[in-house]
Structures are given as C-alpha cells and as structure tokens.
C-alpha cells in the first residue's frame, strides 16, 4: 500500500528531474551558437568603428581644408598674387569632399551590417536566456516535487529494503533446509543399511534359537524316555527278586547314561542362553532403527 502511494509522487519527481535534464540540453543547444553570433557581430561592430573612424577622419581633413581655403582668401584679399594659393587651397578641400564623399555611402551597409550581426546575436541571447529561465524553473518544480516525494521515496526504499532482507533470509532458510534435508538423506541411507543389516541377520540367529530349542526338546525326550525306563525297571525289582537284579543293571547302566544326557541338555540350555540374549537386544535395535528412522520422517 506504501509503495502504490508513493508511486505517484516519486514519478512526478523523477519526471521533473527529467524535464531539468530536457531544459538543460536545450539550453546548451542554444548557447553552442552563442560564441561565433557574438565573433562575428564584434567584427562587424570592429568594421563599423573603423569606418566611422575612417568617416571621421576624412570630416577632420575636409574641415581642415575648409579652414585652409578661409586662411588663403583672407590673406589674398587685395593680392592677386596669392590667387594660385587660393585655387591651391580650394583644389584641396574638393579633393577631401570627394573623398569624403565617396566614402560616406559605404558607410550605412556596413552599419546595417554591425546592427544585423548585433541584432542576431541579441536574438540568440534572448533564447539563452528564455532557456535559462526555464531550467531555474525546471529546477523548482523539480524541488518542490521531490520535497513532496522525499518521505514517500524514503518509506518506499525502506519497505523495499525490508522485503530485500526477508527474501535474502528467506532464501538462506532455503539452503539450510536442502541441507537438512540432504544430511536427512544420508542419515536415513545409514539407518536403513543398518535395519536391512539387522533384519539379514535375524533369520540367521531365529535359526539358531530354534535349532537349539529342538535339540534341547529332543535331549529332554531321550531323558523322559531313560527316566521311564528307570520306573519300569523299579517297577519289575518289586515283582520279583531275579528281575529285580536285571532291573537293578539296567537302573545303574541308565544312571550311567543319565549324566552324559544331563550334560549335553545343560550344553543345550547354556547355547540357548547365550544366543537368547543376542536375539533381543538384536531385535530392541532393529525396532529402535525403525523408531528412529520414522522420527527422522518429515511431520
């Protein structure tokens, strides 16, 4: 919402910074001209003032020759002899009124010349001046825009900066997430090479235990069957005296046997024994891989 409010002002600023930098290109363009206009109407001005100097020059001697002709005839007045001095002196004042007079008429063209050249460098002053009147104003539309759009353009470049920075932490949670994600993986390949390894060798040691249970099963089948053996034989020494003699062998011939049995069921029980407690802590660990891997499981 701050940055669609601000958007208006900072282009009305940004549009007046543009129209100083328009104002300012025209006004180069106008002053380029500047240097020669002004050249050249200072030659024409310089022409003019040799002229006019030329001009007065010849007015000087024109006058000169008129008092020179004065001078003659006030002294010849009643000498006819001086009379050469006169025609002398009055050759030479027309001789500087012609002079004068065929310079005169060149004179104007080179004052409209000096006053064209003036007035067209005026003209291109005038121009310079119009521009530069219209960067000043340029530049105080542009200050006074910008003072509008100052604290929008500030706010705007704040809320730009904050969203920049919650990006850039947005995209450093990102990359911490894929390595999470990545140590996940690697985590769950060991934990699941460990349960395949645990459940491979649980049938191995269910084997065991079952194999050893049968045997101990057997043993004690072979013991039950010599124990009633024994019974029928103290059975018989009860009945009669002779078979109770026989019975008597055939008791003290089991009872030898007895221990031999006694020790492999014992060897039995002591294999069950220990392969039993194999085989549970076997199966708390695969039950806790199993645990542990589906904790690692994303929730």
Same mark, same amino acid.
Request: hydrophobic residues 50%; charged residues 25%.
């Given at each position: 919402?701050?940055?669609?409010?601000?958007?208006?002002?900072?282009?009305?600023?940004?549009?007046?910074?543009?129209?100083?930098?328009?104002?300012?290109?025209?006004?180069?363009?106008?002053?380029?001209?500047?240097?020669?206009?002004?050249? &050249?109407?200072?030659?024409? /001005?310089?022409?003019?003032?040799?002229?006019?100097?030329?001009?007065?020059?010849?007015?000087?001697?024109?006058?000169?020759?008129?008092?020179?002709? !004065?001078?003659?005839?006030?002294?010849?007045?009643?000498?006819?002899?001086?009379?050469?001095?006169?025609?002398?002196?009055? +050759?030479?004042?027309?001789?500087?009124?012609?002079?004068?007079?065929?310079?005169?008429?060149?004179? !104007?063209?080179?004052?409209?010349?000096?006053?064209?050249?003036?007035?067209?460098?005026?003209?291109? !002053?005038?121009?310079?001046?119009?521009?530069? +009147?219209?960067?000043?104003?340029?530049?105080?539309?542009?200050?006074?825009?910008?003072?509008?759009?100052?604290?929008?353009?500030?706010?705007?470049?704040?809320?730009?900066?904050?969203?920049?920075?919650?990006?850039?932490?947005? =995209?450093? +949670?990102?990359?911490?997430?894929?390595?999470?994600?990545?140590?996940?993986?690697?985590?769950?390949?060991?934990?699941?090479?460990?349960?395949?390894?645990?459940?491979?060798?649980?049938?191995?040691?269910?084997?065991?235990?079952?194999?050893?249970?049968? /045997?101990?099963?057997?043993?004690?089948?072979?013991?039950?069957?010599? &124990?009633?053996?024994?019974?029928? &034989?103290?059975?018989?020494?009860?009945? =009669?005296?002779?078979?109770?003699?026989?019975?008597? &062998?055939?008791?003290?011939?089991?009872?030898?046997?007895?221990?031999?049995?006694?020790?492999?069921?014992?060897?039995?029980?002591?294999?069950?024994?220990?392969? =039993?407690?194999?085989?549970?802590?076997?199966?708390?660990?695969?039950?806790?891989?199993?645990?542990?891997?589906?904790?690692?499981?994303?929730?």
């Amino acid at each position: 919402e701050a940055t669609a409010k601000a958007a208006a002002p900072v282009k009305a600023a940004d549009e007046k910074k543009a129209a100083i930098a328009k104002a300012e290109a025209e006004l180069a363009a106008a002053q380029k001209p500047q240097a020669p206009l002004k050249a &050249a109407a200072d030659q024409k /001005a310089a022409e003019l003032k040799a002229k006019d100097a030329e001009i007065a020059k010849l007015n000087a001697e024109v006058d000169a020759a008129q008092r020179g002709l !004065n001078a003659a005839k006030a002294v010849a007045i009643g000498k006819p002899d001086m009379a050469a001095m006169v025609a002398e002196a009055q +050759k030479n004042l027309d001789a500087k009124k012609a002079a004068h007079a065929t310079a005169l008429p060149a004179l !104007n063209p080179v004052k409209q010349a000096a006053q064209a050249a003036l007035n067209t460098f005026n003209a291109s !002053n005038g121009t310079v001046v119009a521009k530069e +009147k219209l960067v000043v104003q340029a530049k105080h539309a542009a200050e006074a825009a910008e003072k509008a759009a100052a604290p929008l353009r500030s706010k705007k470049q704040q809320i730009e900066g904050s969203i920049a920075a919650q990006q850039k932490t947005l =995209t450093e +949670k990102q990359s911490v997430s894929g390595g999470i994600e990545k140590d996940f993986a690697a985590q769950s390949q060991v934990v699941n090479a460990a349960i395949a390894a645990a459940k491979a060798a649980q049938p191995a040691l269910e084997k065991a235990l079952a194999d050893a249970t049968a /045997a101990k099963d057997a043993g004690q089948k072979i013991v039950d069957a010599k &124990a009633a053996e024994v019974g029928k &034989a103290q059975g018989t020494v009860e009945a =009669t005296k002779k078979s109770r003699a026989d019975a008597e &062998a055939a008791i003290a011939a089991a009872q030898k046997e007895i221990p031999q049995r006694d020790k492999s069921i014992a060897e039995i029980k002591a294999e069950i024994a220990r392969i =039993t407690p194999q085989l549970e802590p076997q199966r708390a660990k695969v039950k806790q891989l199993q645990d542990q891997y589906l904790a690692m499981l994303p929730k």
